[in-house]
């Protein structure tokens, strides 16, 4: 079955950039999506890859895209307290996602 | 554009009781609608997917007599949870697909509905 997996937890200085990996095994993936979530709330869609894309580059966030090591990351640049959240990477493939779970950012000032 | 509303976000109720959760696409139609849990510094689980006018289909190992789901029009998806037990505690989010989305497998997520079973 499809598995995705992100490291947990990930301390940046506040105006550091901050990388957060994630390896995934379904090779049959459309779209890769990373999202946001702040406590107690739902998940907010930060940016997507489509599976024939190596980079995507959305102001300060900068997708990577390893087909062939099936490893997906998100690269925050200038990090700010605002950034501070789980992030999760998740797969999509037949209509379904499947989620990592979750990298925890702290951002100190 | 593109909310998705979850009714209520938060909810205590004692065991044995039924509790229903609403998911309702503000702004825009959607065919499929998703039902997740998530446990406490833990993923995502998806439970079932639910398709207007059809019955839902159901994860593997998710009980579909005990967590009923009715989508009965393009804005509106239910969940209820029947007989709740404690371990049925959770937060649970619903998605939402938007009808001719120009972004293939995009969702948009609620914000989630804490449940307590006391």
């Known amino acids: 079955g499809e598995d995705v997996e992100q490291s947990l937890f990930l301390s940046v200085r506040e105006g550091d950039s901050s990388v957060i990996n994630c390896t995934y095994t379904?090779?049959?993936?459309?779209?890769l999506y990373w999202y946001k979530q702040e406590p107690g709330a739902g998940l907010q869609l930060l940016t997507y890859?489509?599976?024939?894309?190596d980079m995507k580059q959305d102001q300060r966030l900068t997708v990577l895209l390893n087909k062939k090591d099936k490893h997906l990351s998100l690269r925050i640049a200038d990090t700010q307290t605002g950034d501070s959240a789980i992030y999760f990477c998740a797969e999509t493939w037949a209509g379904k996602s499947t989620f990592g779970d979750g990298t925890t950012l702290t951002v100190k000032p | 554009g593109a909310v998705v509303s979850q009714h209520p976000s938060w909810v205590i109720c004692k065991s044995g009781t039924s509790v229903k959760i609403e998911c309702r696409s503000l702004d825009f139609q959607a065919t499929t609608m998703f039902w997740y849990r998530q446990f406490p510094k833990k993923s995502l689980m998806l439970m079932a997917t639910?398709?207007?006018?059809?019955?839902?289909?159901?994860e593997q190992g998710v009980e579909k007599d005990k967590f009923l789901i009715n989508h009965a029009s393009l804005t509106l998806s239910t969940l209820t949870v029947t007989s709740a037990h404690p371990e049925d505690s959770s937060f649970y989010i619903c998605?939402?697909?938007?009808?001719?989305?120009?972004?293939?497998?995009?969702?948009?997520f609620g914000p989630g509905t804490r449940l307590t079973v006391t």
């Open positions: 890859i489509f599976s024939n894309m």
């Open positions: 639910s398709n207007e006018g059809s019955k839902a289909t159901y």
């Open positions: 998605s939402a697909r938007m009808k001719d989305s120009p972004l293939l497998d995009e969702q948009y």
């Open positions: 379904d090779s049959s993936s459309t779209y």
